[in-house]
């Protein structure tokens, strides 16, 4: 089971939006998740099953999924966005893959 | 609030076992439809999940980890632990568990080991 492939960086001004994708997600199901992590934090979910959001998470955060892409999109960019972003999804047979992270810097 | 705690060595000798404990708090171990999952981070690099385990014994690790890893609970005590024999640098990574159902919900803070002689 391959890890899922993310860009390495991404970065916009505040108030912009700005989108992660996260390449090699099955499409026959959409147990896809996103996790910011800030330094020397344990990572923090963002986004469950595609396009869920757990209580608390702002809605400037919203997911999407398209075929075998999924997508990260942070709205009304602001400074405590800048993080690290990791998207994972099950791979089948109880086997769970991580994408290698996006740095997220807000200009 | 469901919480969880990393506790073991933080040195371990190459070639050696590196152990690990997640100490389950605020909720219940043996909850249905809730695996319990251990995932590493190398310093300066990505989440790798490492195993995962179902409270009435079941589990499921990594490809690449499956020769050297056991993942194990003890149900009376709401904790459960990694294993990792043979270890080397390599294997030198902040170890975090985790509640997964599908997705990690909650999260340790995480335990950093490192393999050093």
């Known amino acids: 089971q391959s890890a899922l492939t993310q860009p390495p960086s991404a970065s916009g001004s505040p108030g912009q939006s700005v989108t992660i994708s996260c390449t090699g997600t099955s499409s026959d199901h959409n147990y896809v998740s996103w996790y910011q992590q800030h330094p020397d934090k344990a990572p923090k979910l963002m986004i469950f099953e595609v396009n869920k959001r757990p209580s608390g998470v702002p809605d400037r955060f919203s997911g999407s999924k398209s075929g075998n892409t999924a997508s990260l999109t942070v709205s009304g960019l602001q400074a405590e966005d800048e993080a690290d972003y990791y998207c994972s999804s099950y791979a089948g047979s109880n086997i769970v893959v991580f994408g290698g992270g996006t740095k997220l810097t807000v200009l | 609030q469901l919480q969880l705690q990393e506790s073991g060595p933080g040195l371990v000798k190459p070639s050696e076992t590196l152990s690990l404990t997640c100490s389950v708090s605020?909720?219940?171990?043996?909850?249905?439809?809730?695996?319990w999952a251990w995932i590493r981070q190398p310093p300066g690099k990505g989440l790798e999940w490492i195993g995962s385990?179902?409270?009435?014994?079941?589990?499921y690790y990594t490809p690449s980890l499956k020769s050297r890893v056991i993942i194990s609970a003890d149900t009376s005590k709401n904790q459960f632990s990694l294993e990792l024999n043979s270890v080397t640098a390599a294997d030198t990574a902040v170890y975090y568990c985790a509640r997964y159902h599908y997705f990690f919900d909650f999260w340790g803070q995480g335990a950093l080991v490192t393999v050093s002689s």
């Open positions: 605020g909720g219940s171990f043996t909850t249905r439809n809730y695996y």
């Open positions: 385990m179902y409270y009435t014994g079941g589990t």
